[in-house]
């Protein structure tokens, strides 16, 4: 273990620390709108097969929050996903798939396209003809 990830684990472990992790509103709020996000992703991609033939099941995975530098998303996204059990999709593909983690270790894409993804997402979930996610709409939403 590296001393890096000895830190993330000491400071997000509620062990160690009990009841005294506090997140930023902002911090929850777009932890959740990520899990969110990928749980649609996902969910969509696993029962669509018209989406899966047009989507690599890669692009849909959640690669985590690099805990190297934002151990209070990896945190909390720990938190709610292993602790509090509210994202089953996530926990799931955690469990079951290669290369899905909530620590990313720098492999997954930045806090930035995570936010740029959600922006997206958001956008193509508020049209007024909005039914379901297309294969083009996850497309959309994982190049941007």
């Known amino acids: ?15 160690l620390l009990g009841d005294m992790m506090v997140y930023s509103e902002e911090v929850k709020k777009e ?4 899990l969110e996000m ?6 969509t991609w696993d029962n ?4 899966q033939e047009k989507v690599q099941r890669k692009q849909v995975i959640f690669r985590g929050f ?5 151990a209070e998303y990896y945190g909390y996204a720990a938190d709610l996903v292993n ?25 997954g894409p930045s ?7 959600v922006k997206k997402w958001k956008e193509i979930k508020s049209k007024e003809d909005f039914v379901s996610l ?10 941007e």
């Open 1 to 15: 273990m590296t001393l890096t990830e000895l830190m993330i684990e000491l400071i997000c472990d509620k062990k």
């Open 31 to 34: 932890v959740e709108d990520i």
């Open 38 to 43: 990928y749980t649609d992703l996902f969910y």
């Open 48 to 51: 669509n097969e018209d989406v």
């Open 66 to 70: 690099d805990g190297n530098l934002k």
């Open 83 to 107: 602790e509090k059990e509210q994202f089953p999709v996530i926990a799931k593909m955690i469990k079951e798939i290669d290369k899905a983690e909530l620590n990313s270790k720098s492999y």
């Open 111 to 117: 806090l930035f396209k995570l936010k740029m993804m």
């Open 134 to 143: 297309k294969a083009s709409d996850i497309l959309e939403i994982v190049q």
